[in-house]
C-alpha cells in the first residue's frame, strides 16, 4: 500500500494517510464506502478528525468567456478523536450516502468527461491538511438510465456532458452546480433543432428533468431557446414506455408557443443562472476520446481526467 504522506502544516514526520473506496460505481443516494488507512510519523499524534470533501470539476460562464475550476459538494466526517502513536498503521472505515443531485461519470462503463473526486482532510494538533484524492465513479439510477436508453433508441446521439456552476430557475437544485448532457437530434428532429440539453436534478421521491432545445431558425424566423420540465418518479421505471415518454416530451417542447416573459418559469434564454467571473479555481483539461454509450453514440466525450487526481486541486476550492 503507497501511503500519501501529508507534509504541509503538520511537518516532516507527520502521519501519513491513504484513502481506498469500494470497486465499482456508486448510484446518487447510495452508499459510498471504504477505508482510510491511517500511518503513524515520527512522533504520537492526536487525529481531531477525518474529514472527506466530495469534489467536482466545474464550468462557470461570464461576461469574459469561461473557465474551470472546483467546487466542494459535501463534506462528512468518518472519524476522529483519537490518538494515532508513532508508526502506528489504522484503518478506519466510512460509509455515507452520496447527495442525491451527484453527477453521473459514466453510462455503461463508458465515461462521460465528468470528473469527481473524494479527498481526505486530516486534523491533527489544530491544523488541517488536505491529502489524499481519490477518483469517484458514479453511475446512474434506475430512471436516469431508462431516460438515456430511450433517447439513445430513438436515434439520439451523445455529444458530452458538464457541469456548471449556478441554477436551474424553478426547480428544487440542492447542489450549487448542475449537470448538463448535450444530445445530437434524431434524423426525425434534425430538422427542427440543433442540439438537446438535459439535466437531471434527482431526489428521494424521483428526478425532475429539465429539456433545453435549441431550435433551428427558419427562412423567415430565428431559431428560439425552448425549455420544458417532467417529474419522473423513481417507481415508474419498470411501467412506462420510455421510447413513448420521451418521443412525447420532444414533441411537446417542440410544438410549444412562444411564451410571454410571465409564463416562462426559467426566462427567455436559457435555465441557466451562474455567477461572476472568479468563482472558481482555473483548471486544466485533457484531449478528446470517441465511443459509445449504450444505444448512444459518443460524438465529443471529453476525458477530463488530466492531472486533477494529482496536481494541487487543494487550494482556494469553492465550497459549497
Known sequence: MVF???????????????????????APGGAL????????????????????ELVARVEVEHEDG?????????????????????????SVPFSFPLP?????????????????GVRTELGVAGARDKGDMDPLAVRP?????????????????????????GRVNGT???????????????????????????????????????????????PFSEGRDLLARFTVDHQDVERVDWNARVEEWIDGLLDRPVPHPSQDAYGDHGHRS???????????????????VGGMVAAEVVDEVGDFFEGDDEDGGDEG
Open 141 to 165: 439510477l434506475p430512471a436516469q438510465e431508462a431516460v438515456l436508453e430511450a433517447f439513445g433508441q430513438l436515434g439520439f446521439g451523445f455529444k458530452s456532458a458538464d457541469l456548471e456552476l
Open 66 to 90: 469561461g473557465s474551470e475550476g472546483t467546487v466542494v459538494f459535501h463534506r462528512q466526517v468518518v472519524g476522529g478523536d483519537f490518538r494515532l502513536a508513532e508508526h502506528e498503521r489504522r
Open 4 to 26: 500519501k504522506r501529508l507534509l504541509g502544516s503538520l511537518g516532516v514526520g507527520g502521519p501519513s494517510v491513504d484513502t481506498v473506496l469500494d470497486p465499482g460505481a456508486v
Open 274 to 292: 451562474g455567477p461572476g467571473a472568479g468563482t472558481a479555481v482555473a483548471a486544466g483539461a485533457a484531449g478528446l476520446a470517441v465511443g459509445v
Open 33 to 52: 464506502g471504504g477505508q482510510v488507512h491511517l500511518q503513524g510519523g515520527e512522533a504520537d499524534f492526536t487525529v481531531e478528525h477525518i474529514t472527506l
Open 100 to 116: 442525491w443531485e451527484t453527477p453521473i461519470t459514466e453510462l455503461y462503463g463508458q465515461g462521460l468527461g465528468i470528473v469527481l
Open 172 to 218: 428544487g437544485q440542492q447542489l450549487p452546480f448542475y449537470q448538463e448532457i448535450e444530445i445530437t437530434p434524431s434524423p426525425k428532429y434534425a430538422h427542427r433543432v440543433n442540439e438537446i440539453e438535459l439535466t437531471f436534478l434527482a431526489g428521494p421521491a424521483g428526478l425532475e428533468v429539465v429539456l433545453e432545445a435549441d431550435e433551428r431558425g427558419g
